[in-house]
């Protein structure tokens, strides 16, 4: 790799010195996303602020032979930004300006720094908003959404991320400056929404608005055991309820909960179902008294259902709190992320803690159940290259049972480099090579985003024992 100073002379006379970051703080800084099992330094960073800056990047370091990574707020779960090669890392802080806002076509046109919530709340005075809502919607970027193919809580009305983007600026990994937009021919957004960053960078979007619902019911129960919780989810399903949220926490995230925040709930709880229905006043109101049936039908020790707007901000602490109180656990935190159909949710489950408790690391579940998108959150002390090691075993087994019972290798938070070699549980070879053929549509080189997704990528695997090296 060249010299620090050789990386900042060229791209400063690219984009402006001021636009370029270096340095020890810097490194550790840009080494992982929020997956910090595996850790690779960049040698730059540059702030560009407009598409040309980027594409003027881009094109630099393909001229000169130098890996790049797009990164947005650094959130990601499975070491997406992470710059594998080192190389420079293209951080979207600056990309952060909402362009244009199309209220009669119901659109808006962002840049990819944009902030999850920031798009919601520039919109919110005329009764829209921007419906993907990742659970870290106050920092995860546009960017990083796109990349991710992003769901969130209320994903099970509304829908991951792809089709809430009607058009993309890319700069492609050859530099060109891509517009792509949704009609006629190959659904060309369709490809680089969920692409993780490895086509190109995504400098704009055109991202579709939608009506804020007209009403909101929001109802909590907690079970005494996990697999009435999880058989309820089912059942409110398939009683043709479609809420627009059906989250899940187990009791270990509600101790944690109750250790930082001092929630309260039975002390037999086992987990929590927390179900949110929208629409119109009415049909509201039937469907979340339907879904009281069904927590009384499953046995719920308590229920309580929100009865303003305050109420239901208390409702959601647990949901949106969980992460950051698993803090109180333990130093570190692994989420995992799978899918299974919802019917396989109570077997998936029990299989969970049984892995877990063989690997003797702790684990506590909260999930967008409703999906069946699971989250088991590994909590263990990475500074135990033991623990690391079981870490990673027990979430190859969780995933490996995740396809057993028909589900799929990811949710939401991608491949990365963490499931690399959890692709061939899913993908034959043949179907991995032809996924490396389509990657080359937008790009020969392997410069952008290398080592990510696709696994045997030429000159990773001799890099891979570096990157885990440095976290233990
Ligand atoms: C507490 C917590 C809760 C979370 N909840 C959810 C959830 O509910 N649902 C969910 O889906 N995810 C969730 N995530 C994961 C993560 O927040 C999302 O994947 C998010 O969309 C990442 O956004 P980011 O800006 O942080 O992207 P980063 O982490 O910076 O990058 C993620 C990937 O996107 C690529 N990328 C970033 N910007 C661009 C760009 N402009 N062009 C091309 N590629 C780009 C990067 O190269 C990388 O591969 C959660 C994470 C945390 C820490």
């Given at each position: 790799m060249p010299t620090t100073d050789r990386l900042r002379d060229g791209l400063a006379r690219e984009i402006g010195?001021?636009?370029?970051?270096?340095?020890?703080?810097?490194?550790?800084?840009?080494?992982?996303?929020?997956?910090?099992?595996?850790?690779?330094?960049?040698?730059?960073?540059?702030?560009?602020?407009?598409?040309?800056?980027?594409?003027?990047?881009?094109?630099?370091?393909?001229?000169?032979?130098?890996?790049?990574?797009?990164?947005?707020?650094?959130?990601?779960l499975s070491g997406g930004a992470m710059p594998a090669l080192g190389g420079v890392v293209i951080s979207t802080k600056k990309l952060n300006r909402i362009l244009e806002i199309?209220?009669?076509?119901?659109?808006?046109?962002?840049q990819a720094g944009v902030t999850n919530i920031a798009l919601s709340k520039a919109v919110a005075a005329h009764g829209l908003h921007f419906a993907p809502d990742p659970s870290s919607q106050t920092v995860a970027t546009l960017g990083g959404n796109i990349a991710e193919n992003s769901g969130g809580p209320h994903t099970l009305k509304y829908g991951v991320t792809a089709p809430?983007?009607?058009?993309?600026?890319?700069?492609?990994?050859?530099?060109?400056?891509?517009?792509?937009?949704?009609?006629?021919?190959?659904?060309?957004?369709?490809m680089v929404v969920g692409s993780e960053g490895t086509l190109g960078v995504v400098t704009e979007a055109w991202v579709r608005l939608t009506p804020v619902p007209e009403h909101v019911e929001t109802a909590l129960a907690c079970f005494g055991t996990v697999r009435e919780a999880s058989e309820c989810v089912s059942a409110i399903i398939s009683r043709g309820v479609l809420p627009a949220a059906l989250e899940m926490m187990d009791r270990n995230i509600l101790m944690a909960l109750r250790a930082a925040f001092g929630l309260e709930f039975p002390d037999a709880t086992q987990a929590m179902l927390l179900v949110e229905c929208d629409g119109p006043r009415?049909?509201?109101?039937?469907?979340?008294?339907?879904?009281?049936?069904?927590?009384?039908?499953?046995?719920?020790?308590?229920?309580?259902?929100?009865?303003?707007?305050?109420?239901?901000?208390?409702?959601?602490t647990a949901r949106k709190k969980g992460v950051g109180a698993m803090g109180r656990l333990?130093?570190?935190?692994?989420?995992?992320?799978?899918?299974?159909?919802?019917?396989?949710?109570?077997?998936?489950?029990?299989?969970?803690?049984?892995?877990?408790?063989?690997?003797?690391?702790?684990?506590?579940n909260l999930f967008h159940a409703g999906d069946g998108n699971l989250h088991p959150c590994f909590y263990f002390d990475d500074r135990d290259p033991r623990q690391v090691e079981a870490v990673v075993a027990a979430g190859t087994e969780v995933i490996q049972k995740c396809i057993e019972l028909g589900g799929s290798v990811t949710g939401e938070h991608g491949i990365g480099v963490e499931k690399l070699d959890?692709?061939?549980?899913?993908?034959?070879?043949?179907?991995?090579?032809?996924?490396?053929?389509?990657?080359?549509?937008f790009g020969t080189n392997e410069l952008c985003n290398p080592c990510k997704v696709l696994p045997n990528q030429r000159g990773c695997q001799e890099h891979r024992l570096r990157w885990r090296g440095v976290a233990t």
């Open positions: 010195a001021e636009r370029i970051l270096s340095g020890p703080s810097v490194e550790r800084t840009y080494e992982s996303d929020a997956y910090n099992v595996d850790r690779s330094q960049p040698t730059v960073v540059v702030l560009p602020e407009s598409t040309d800056e980027v594409a003027k990047v881009v094109r630099w370091c393909r001229r000169e032979g130098i890996p790049f990574t797009a990164r947005g707020a650094g959130t990601g199309d209220l009669p076509n119901r659109r808006m046109r962002a809430h983007i009607l058009g993309l600026t890319l700069i492609d990994a050859e530099g060109e400056i891509l517009e792509l937009e949704r009609g006629f021919g190959p659904d060309w957004i369709g009415e049909a509201c109101r039937q469907e979340i008294e339907a879904v009281e049936q069904a927590f009384r039908d499953f046995g719920a020790i308590t229920q309580q259902r929100a009865r303003d707007a305050a109420e239901r901000a208390k409702l959601w333990a130093p570190s935190v692994v989420t995992h992320d799978g899918v299974i159909p919802r019917s396989k949710l109570p077997e998936m489950l029990d299989a969970v803690y049984e892995i877990a408790a063989r690997y003797q690391i702790g684990v506590a959890l692709m061939g549980l899913m993908f034959s070879p043949g179907d991995l090579a032809y996924q490396a053929r389509l990657k080359e549509i």
